[in-house]
C-alpha cells in the first residue's frame, strides 16, 4: 500500500514540475502589421511558436504606433514598426532596439488619388482633404511631401486616422487623397491612381524602412530565443532574393500568405514583387545595423526625429539613435549561413 502512495505521489509530483516548467516559460508577444512580407510569412510559418522555452503570442496591429502604445504598455515585446514612429518612440525613451530591417522604402507603400477628386497632379494636393496612419511611415511621407511643395499647413488638411478609417472615409468620399500600404493600398487602387511612391519619396528625402525591434529586456533576457527568430525570419527573406519564383501566385509561400490574410494570391505576389527588402549581408554593414552613429539608420532616425520635432509631433531629438540599433542577431545569422 504504501509502494503505491509513493508511486502515486512520485506521479502527481512529476505532473507537477511538468506544469510549473510550462508555466515557467516566458510568453513573447510578437506584433506584426496589416500587408504581406517575407516576415509575415515567418508568423503564418508556425516555426517561431516552436522556438524551445518560450511561449509565443502573435497580434496584428494597424501602425507601428499602436505597436509602440503596446510596447510602452508591456503587452508587446518584439514588433515590426516602420521608421517614423521608432524615431518618435525612442525621442520618447522608449527603450527598443532594432535587430533586423523588415523592408526599405519600395512601391508597396504609396500616396493615391481618388478618382472625381480633381487631383491629377501632386501640387493638386493644396486645398484637398488627405489622410495617412497617425506617426507612420505614410504620415512622414505625406507631410514631408506637403513641405516640399510649398502647401502649409492650413492650405490641406491633413488626417490622422487608422488605415481602416481611411478605408471608410474614402469609400464614403470624404478624403481626396491618402498615403497607405497593403490591404488598404490595394482598395484604394480600385478607384483612384497612384501618385507617389515610397521609393519616389525616398528619392525626394523622404527616406524610410520598416525594422523589426526588440525590447532591451527582451534582448537581455531571451537572446537565444531572439537569436532563432532572426534566424526563422531571415530564411524566408533570403528565399524570396535567391528564388523569386517561389513567390509567385500558385507557390506555397503566397499560398500560406493568402490564407492567413485573406487577400488574393496574385496581389500578393504582385506587392512582394515591387517591394524593397535589404539581404542580412547589407543590414550587418555600415550602411545599416553595423555602422554605430553614423549608420545610414542612425541617421535616418536622426533626420526623421528633427522633422517630428519641427511638425510639433515630438519635442525632444536626441544626439545618437545608435543606442536602438543592435547588429548581433544578423550578423550571427549571416554567419551561420
Known amino acids: 500500500m504504501s509502494r503505491i502512495r509513493n508511486t ?35 508568423v503564418a510559418s508556425g516555426e517561431i511558436q516552436k522556438i524551445p522555452g ?51 522604402a519600395g512601391e508597396d507603400e504609396a500616396l493615391v488619388a481618388r478618382n472625381g477628386s480633381g487631383i491629377e497632379t501632386l501640387e493638386d494636393l493644396k486645398g484637398k482633404r488627405l489622410a495617412a496612419a497617425p506617426v507612420s511611415t505614410d504620415h512622414f511621407m505625406l507631410l514631408s511631401t506637403l513641405k516640399q511643395l510649398g502647401i502649409k499647413p492650413d492650405e490641406a488638411t491633413v488626417l490622422a486616422i487608422p488605415q481602416p ?43 524610410t524602412f520598416g525594422a523589426l525591434v526588440a525590447t532591451a529586456d527582451v534582448i537581455k533576457d531571451q537572446p537565444a530565443f531572439l537569436q532563432s527568430f532572426v534566424g526563422i525570419v531571415d530564411k524566408y527573406y533570403h528565399d524570396l532574393a535567391q528564388n523569386p519564383g517561389s513567390w509567385a501566385p500558385e507557390s506555397e509561400n503566397v499560398q500560406a500568405l493568402a490564407k492567413f490574410s485573406g487577400a488574393k494570391p496574385e496581389d500578393i505576389a504582385g506587392r512582394i514583387a515591387v517591394s524593397v527588402y535589404v ?27 528633427e522633422f517630428l520635432k519641427e511638425q510639433q509631433k515630438i519635442t525632444t531629438v536626441l544626439d545618437d539613435y545608435s543606442a536602438f540599433i543592435d547588429p548581433r542577431f544578423v550578423s550571427a545569422t549571416l554567419a551561420s549561413n
Open 54 to 104: 518560450v511561449q509565443v503570442e502573435f497580434r496584428q496591429f494597424n501602425s507601428g504606433a499602436e505597436i509602440f502604445a503596446a510596447i510602452a504598455s508591456g503587452d508587446v515585446q518584439i514588433g515590426d514598426v516602420g521608421s517614423s514612429p521608432f524615431a518618435a518612440s525612442t525621442s520618447k525613451g522608449i527603450d527598443v532596439k532594432a535587430i533586423y530591417i523588415s523592408g526599405a
Open 8 to 42: 502515486l505521489a512520485f506521479l502527481v509530483l512529476g505532473i507537477g514540475l511538468q506544469a510549473s516548467l510550462a508555466q515557467a516559460d516566458e510568453t513573447i508577444t510578437i506584433a506584426y502589421q496589416t500587408g504581406f512580407s517575407p516576415f509575415v510569412r515567418a
Open 279 to 305: 539581404p542580412a549581408s547589407e543590414q550587418a554593414s555600415a550602411n545599416w545595423l553595423g555602422g554605430g552613429k553614423d549608420s545610414k539608420l542612425a541617421q535616418v532616425l536622426h533626420d526623421t526625429a
Open 165 to 207: 478609417e481611411i478605408v471608410a472615409a474614402w469609400q464614403r468620399g470624404d478624403i481626396d487623397a491618402a498615403f497607405v500600404w497593403d490591404p488598404a493600398l490595394g482598395k484604394l487602387l480600385e478607384s483612384g491612381k497612384r501618385l507617389l511612391t515610397a521609393k519616389e519619396a525616398a528619392e525626394r528625402g523622404a527616406v
